[in-house]
């Protein structure tokens, strides 16, 4: 049951919590030791578990187990190390209550002022093709308890999820405490932390089938394609589709100057939210709208070939010739030349490498994005010369989406991507004369530039 604050002006009444006590356990341990240095220095008592505590513990600094606070030593192979009314105990007092300070006296338990948490890599464990029991034995139950509790009790303890944001408790600790301000800042990135990590937690499971159980390595495509079917069949069982995102940018503006647009990147995607830029201006919103349209278009395509996009519609889209000496430079002059006019100002996509043949002549022309797996060394010199335009790298896994997604009001429209292959060679005569294989090849590109 929820208990209400005596008095809820008291969240107004504390700003500057001055850290004396902090509970660190996290699997990622980039920055560790500089954040343990730090926290030795300023006279910070820490508290940790199992690798984390040996880890500051080798490098010098002093570190008191998590069992000397709870009594108990890590019980059921390391399942239960933090989950003891020792340590929520310290987490979720609210120290503005003279009954919270009573009873921790009383219990002879003290608070926490810092609680540094990351959690079980269960995103790399699926990533990595794991066996199923590895996935589960990755789902973290202490570390989100922990995060969770800080988070709710930002009042009068910091939570830190993310190596990002050391420096800044450093400098907090340094010049006195962590403010409101800052412990708000850090309780929201938890909770978005947590329910990102429950989300991948619950889609894995969504997306099992029987067979992927036991001892078994999971085919995560096969997964992935089971997932996606039960999708769209008819049942009464519980059916969830992920949909979160992490900001990664806010944008300068909408589609027009008056909308306001911020990109949001999925745990596990690959496609151009992910793109590395080289070189360039910031990208726009109309900018990633056009590169996701012009990746689409060249990427329907085996052979070499390279999309034209400008304000979402095809200034030109080409395959290379049989046999050109530089394919990807051959489909962009084919791709250009289908409306040189319109090309001005477009985005190009090629699902080819950009060799220095193609980047010479897409240099003459104003151009405002390229995107691409990759560019030569000599492409790269020989675009970066203009300064404006923006040079994409797609993800060595770059991936389409498998579905398409449509808001509309209260909810939204999901639906297979168009994905459809089936080469000319095995399409049916409706009516009138039997094509001949020339042109049957250039409705098939006909088709995949269109759809």
Avoid at 13 to 26: C, T
Avoid at 214 to 227: C, H, I, L
Avoid at 251 to 256: Q, V
Avoid at 375 to 402: Q, S, Y
């Amino acid at each position: 049951m929820a208990v209400q604050s005596q008095d809820p002006s008291l969240y107004e009444h504390r700003d500057l919590v001055p850290v004396k006590r902090a509970l660190i356990s996290v699997s990622d341990k980039s920055g560790l030791l500089e954040l343990a240095a730090a926290l030795a220095e300023a006279g910070v008592e820490i508290v940790s578990t199992g690798s984390t505590a040996q880890t500051i513990r080798d490098a010098g600094h002093p570190v008191t187990d998590v069992a000397a606070v709870t009594g108990f030593a890590e019980a059921l192979d390391g399942r239960v190390k933090t989950l003891h009314p020792a340590v929520h105990s310290g987490l979720l007092a609210d120290l503005r209550l003279a009954s919270h300070r009573e009873q921790l006296e009383a219990l002879g338990f003290a608070p926490f002022e810092l609680v540094v948490v990351n959690l079980y890599p269960f995103d790399q464990t699926v990533a990595a093709g794991k066996p199923a029991a590895d996935i589960v034995e990755n789902v973290d139950i202490g570390g989100p308890a922990m995060v969770r509790a800080t988070a709710k009790n930002h009042a009068n303890a910091a939570i830190v999820v993310s190596p990002l944001r050391y420096n800044e408790i450093v400098d907090a600790v340094r010049a006195g405490g962590t403010t409101l301000e800052l412990r708000r800042s850090l309780a929201a990135e938890a909770f978005v932390h947590t329910a990102q990590y429950d989300a991948s937690v619950a889609n894995w499971f969504l997306d099992q089938e029987d067979q992927a159980w036991g001892a078994k390595t999971v085919d995560e495509d096969a997964a992935a394609d089971a997932s996606i079917d039960s999708i769209f069949e008819q049942t009464d069982a519980y059916v969830g589709y992920e949909m979160f995102g992490l900001r990664e940018s806010v944008l300068r503006y909408g589609e027009n100057s008056h909308q306001r647009a911020a990109l949001f990147t999925e745990n596990e995607g690959a496609g151009i939210a992910q793109a590395t830029q080289l070189h360039g201006k910031e990208m726009s919103y109309n900018n990633y709208v056009d590169a996701d349209a012009a990746l689409r278009a060249a990427y329907d395509h085996e052979r070499p070939a390279v999309a034209i996009i400008k304000h979402a519609n095809p200034c030109g889209v080409a395959v290379a010739p049989e046999g050109a000496a530089d394919p990807i430079a051959a489909a962009h002059e084919l791709a250009h030349a289908c409306d040189p006019v319109s090309a001005f100002g477009g985005v190009i996509a090629a699902n080819r490498v950009v060799t220095a043949g193609m980047a010479a002549t897409v240099a003459e022309i104003f151009t405002e994005v390229i995107v691409a797996p990759g560019f030569e060394p000599a492409a790269v010199e020989i675009l970066t010369k203009k300064k404006n335009v923006r040079l994409l790298v797609l993800p060595a896994d770059f991936a389409a989406n498998p579905v398409e997604l449509r808001q509309v009001s209260g909810g939204f429209l999901l639906q297979d991507a168009d994905r459809s292959s089936a080469p000319a060679t095995e399409w049916q005569l409706a009516s009138g004369a039997a094509a001949d294989a020339d042109t049957l090849a250039e409705l098939e590109f006909a088709w995949r530039a269109c759809r």
